[in-house]
């Protein structure tokens, strides 16, 4: 884990040619945001439409969960970039996907889930032809028993399915299949529009302890996914596999990074 900002400023000196890939990953303690003043000051660090979308959820968590979200945005940009997070310019893809407009060569993406907040990127890629990521946490939660497996069905290929029922621990696999499918969605920018049967990852019984990676192509993309445990909830990243043989650190780094650097980092620079 990186322990300062300092340390993780350092990211942004990779030299040019060279690829870097990593993920931030923020834990969300609604504690250390219960705080009106200390809430209210990083929320207006986020644009207009971003502050609206936090103070339109009902819940404390939901609003905390959407703001731990957006300053892991600006945060994780502004530490590989080097620039002040205030520099920033984001746009959108078709499918509403943002992007980075300051530097196409830093794709990035981000996902929510139920204990933490989390952003891949990468560092270096070509600007011949832009290349999406996608990332995705899915929880162990989810997985509502084996009673329930069939109503699920429907979102599996058969191969998968099968898979599934031979696993001896269904909840994990469960859990791994759709962290595979959601990061894929991510990488491709489509959510929820695609459906997730035809996304054929076949039949898978085991995930390693340690994680895993997963060479595959879909849609004639060669890609390869990365995935590990964080706490109890699995985080897996698309990477194209052009961009996965550059890298001169063989996975995407995992940073665990403290929700109170967050908030020193927005309240003290």
Not at 8 to 18: A, F, H, M, Q, Y
Not at 103 to 122: H, K, N, W, Y
Not at 175 to 204: H, P, Q, R, V
Not at 231 to 250: A, F, H, Q, R, W
Request: hydrophobic residues 40%; charged residues 20%; glycine residues 6%.
């Amino acid at each position: 884990m990186a322990e300062t900002i300092e340390a993780l400023k350092n990211i942004s000196k990779v030299e040019n040619g060279s690829v870097w890939a990593g993920v931030f990953a923020v834990k969300i303690q609604e504690d250390l945001l219960a705080d009106d003043f200390t809430f209210e000051v990083l929320t207006r660090v986020l644009p207009l439409d971003s502050q609206a979308q936090i103070f339109n959820r009902k819940s404390f968590h939901d609003r905390c969960t959407i703001l731990c979200n957006r300053l892991l945005q600006l945060f994780g940009c502004s530490i590989v970039t080097g620039l002040d997070y205030q520099a920033l310019r984001f746009d959108r893809g078709s499918f509403g996907k943002p992007f980075l407009g300051n530097d196409r060569s830093i794709p990035f993406s981000m996902t929510t889930g139920e204990q933490c907040v989390a952003m891949s990127l990468v560092k270096g890629a070509s600007t011949d032809e832009y290349q999406n990521i996608g990332i995705d946490i899915a929880s162990t939660r989810n997985y509502g028993g084996n009673e329930e497996l069939e109503l699920f069905k429907e979102i599996f290929s058969d191969e998968e399915f099968k898979g599934l029922q031979r696993a001896s621990d269904p909840c994990v696999i469960f859990t791994y299949l759709w962290s595979l499918k959601e990061s894929y969605t991510k990488f491709t920018g489509t959510g929820l529009n695609t459906n997730l049967a035809t996304i054929d990852f076949g039949a898978i019984t085991v995930f390693p302890v340690n994680g895993a990676s997963l060479d595959i192509t879909l849609d004639n993309v060669p890609l390869v996914f990365y995935s590990r445990w964080f706490n109890s909830e699995i985080i897996t990243t698309c990477i194209p596999k052009s961009i996965s043989n550059d890298l001169n650190m063989g996975i995407p780094k995992l940073y665990n990074v403290p929700l109170s650097m967050l908030i020193d980092y927005f309240i003290k620079t």
